[in-house]
């Protein structure tokens, strides 16, 4: 069995840290580090919805995503103009990730923008952004609640999000820099508590894969996104009472 970069076993998370409230202006705000990769996420309330939501009595949830230029190990130009197809696709994972969890009537018309913004890059930044971005928007809707602008807080379930591959012939969790760019297999998942999926991102950069080998890589998805689920309900215990598995 090949060793891994960084000595860890092929199931085994990188070390993960939330810390709420890292932003103290922002209605909800988290820092995630998973490894060296860390993402500050920010929650920000918007009293008005999208066109196409208006006069509906109901809220909308999105976000942003982006990039330090020296996040990774070459600088990254800003993106000033627009955002890279890239940048576009991530943002709107996250977006779609967060409403799947949450009841948007409750919200009434008002939108929360998640803003995802990496500081430093060492592979699965999206999967990270997600399961960030998850506890700011818990916090925010803590804070429309002390504020009386909402009766409860409208999430249906938890939600996070990892990584997993197939680098030199083993299935691994949780894919640094170093072996995403190798990976022959890599695969994004999202999942919710009760273990519903919302995203599968798989794709094969050679010699394409199984549906047995698929269904493994779930597998050692869910384990970690396990992992990660107890990681949210101690940063979240004043906020959810969710039941653990």
Request: hydrophobic share 40%.
């Amino acid at each position: 069995m090949p060793e891994r970069p960084d000595g860890r076993r092929p199931d085994e998370l990188r070390p993960v840290k939330l810390t709420r409230g890292y932003l103290p202006y922002a209605e909800g705000s988290c820092l995630i580090e998973i490894g060296n990769t860390r993402v500050i996420c920010t929650a920000s309330v918007d009293d008005k919805v999208p066109p196409f939501l208006k006069g509906q009595g109901t809220g909308w949830v999105t976000a942003e995503y982006a990039m330090l230029p020296r996040a990774n190990r070459q600088r990254t130009p800003r993106e000033q103009a627009r955002p890279s197809g890239r940048t576009m696709e991530i943002q709107r994972l996250v977006g779609r990730s967060l409403r799947s969890v949450v009841d948007l009537a409750t919200l009434g018309e008002r939108t929360i923008i998640l803003d995802c913004d990496v500081i430093l890059a060492d592979g699965g930044t999206r999967t990270a952004a997600v399961t960030g971005a998850y506890v700011a928007l818990a916090e925010c809707f803590g804070t429309l609640r002390r504020a009386n602008l909402i009766k409860r807080i409208p999430l249906y379930d938890l939600l996070a999000a990892v990584s997993v591959g197939i680098v030199q012939g083993q299935a691994v969790l949780d894919l640094s820099y170093d072996e995403d760019s190798q990976a022959a297999v890599d695969m994004n998942v999202v999942m919710t508590g009760d273990g519903r999926l919302v995203e599968v991102q798989g794709t094969a950069e050679g010699e394409p894969f199984s549906r047995q080998q698929m269904i493994s890589l779930l597998d050692l998805a869910e384990s970690g996104i396990r992992r990660l689920f107890a990681v949210q309900r101690e940063a979240l215990a004043d906020l959810l009472q969710f039941p653990s598995p």
